[in-house]
């Protein structure tokens, strides 16, 4: 299994402003994966992000929104732009586990809980 | 398109009794992937299971069993002899064709009392 780290852990920002979230796994993967879980809902899959392309986005967001880079294997940010209280959320990166094995399985990091005031 | 459903927003056991957590799935392929994690307060996703869609055998691991059967287009998860430390939101979730998308149910919520 992948070890993932995220930063922040948690924020409180303002209306208006941007915050950039980084993703560290501890080994080389392929794919990247940024979802949202809005407060007592389900995980939504933002975007996929692979390295040396850009991030594919899935129907609802958009990359002026949601700016993802993805400069090397281990390592991606999500950046929530002109933020709103309606992006109040955690914020969480995945890794694609499979190695060679069975696909579709994924490896979450620990989130990153933003309040939007 | 594919689609994962948890009835069950919200379910209160008291601990050591059992409890069985329902998903029920959709999709037109014929090879995809169902997962369950497990999302304790911390936040954090926890991988607890896969099943492929060419193994039916219902699976055991401690306390944890899982129900899975095409027919019904059904992979239930059982905690036997529940825990206050099995509080936690229950997420089923499905991929299809071994491809990149995870598609997760709404999450149950399960509480443990003492």
């Known amino acids: 299994s992948a070890v993932i780290s995220q930063k922040p852990s948690r924020d409180i920002c303002q209306r208006g402003t941007s915050l950039t979230i980084q993703c560290q796994v501890d080994?080389?993967?392929?794919?990247m994966f940024w979802y949202r879980q809005q407060p007592g809902q389900s995980l939504t899959l933002i975007a996929t992000a692979n390295q040396g392309s850009e991030a594919t986005y899935e129907s609802g967001f958009v990359i002026d929104k949601f700016p993802i880079s993805r400069p090397n294997l281990t390592f991606s940010t999500l950046t929530v732009s002109n933020m709103s209280p309606e992006d109040s959320s955690i914020y969480l990166c995945?890794?694609?586990?499979?190695?060679?094995?069975?696909?579709?399985?994924?490896?979450f990091g620990p989130g990153t809980r933003l309040t939007v005031l | 398109a594919q689609k994962v459903t948890q009835a069950q927003t919200e379910i209160s056991v008291v601990e050591k009794e059992d409890v069985t957590l329902d998903c029920v799935y959709e999709?037109?392929?014929?090879?995809?992937?169902l997962f369950w994690y497990k999302q304790p307060p911390s936040g954090e996703l926890v991988f607890l299971i896969r099943?492929?869609?060419?193994?039916?055998q219902n699976e055991i691991s401690g306390r944890y069993s899982w129900n899975f059967q095409k027919s019904t287009s059904s992979f239930n998860f059982t905690i036997t002899a529940s825990q206050v430390v099995d509080s936690a939101v229950y997420f089923c979730a499905l991929n299809v064709g071994g491809g990149n998308k995870l598609t997760f149910g709404t999450g149950t919520q399960l509480k443990v009392e003492l």
């Open positions: 080994s080389q993967v392929t794919m």
């Open positions: 999709t037109r392929d014929t090879t995809y992937y």
């Open positions: 995945s890794v694609d586990a499979s190695g060679g094995g069975p696909r579709g399985e994924q490896f």
């Open positions: 099943r492929n869609s060419f193994d039916e």
